[in-house]
């Protein structure tokens, strides 16, 4: 009688979660302080250092612990029932988005900012017709 045996290529792990996550090998690798052929390395490495693991862990926001008992079958259970009870716990409305900030604060902060940029534009221009008024009447 044959046993299935566990998956245990750490490396696959990471890649998975880190695609489940939406980050690409490039922003994992900026928050290691890695490159990212690094990356690849270790997401194609059957065993990662447990130190190494803990970063990791932390970069993606995840325990050492989720990565090792990572599995395909258990994030689709996750997923259905975090959805299914976000749902039974609304009272009849889902709302999928929780956000954590004011989105029209965020609008007001980007249009400050687009109008500070837009004012220091306008000056640098003053100061290069200033500039070529003053090399015309020389």
Do not use: W
Not at 16 to 29: D, H, N, P, S, Y
Not at 79 to 96: I, K, L, M, V
Not at 108 to 118: C, D, F, G
Request: aromatic share 8%; glycine share 4%; hydrophobic share 30%.
């Amino acid at each position: 009688m044959e046993t299935k045996t566990r998956n245990s290529h750490i490396g696959r792990k990471i890649s998975r979660i880190r695609e489940l996550r939406g980050m690409k090998q490039e922003t994992l690798a900026e928050q290691l302080g890695i490159s990212q052929q690094a990356v690849s390395n270790i997401e194609n490495s059957e065993k990662v250092e447990d130190a190494k693991l803990e970063e990791i862990a932390k970069a993606l926001g995840v325990t050492k612990q989720a990565i090792e008992n990572f599995s395909e079958e258990s994030m689709i259970n996750y997923f259905n029932n975090f959805y299914d009870n976000s749902f039974a716990h609304s009272q009849g409305t889902f709302h999928p988005n929780n956000c954590t900030f004011n989105p029209l604060d965020k609008l007001v902060e980007v249009y400050e900012e687009n109008r500070k940029l837009y004012e220091r534009l306008l000056q640098a221009e003053k100061d290069k017709v200033a500039y070529l008024e003053k090399l015309t009447k020389s």
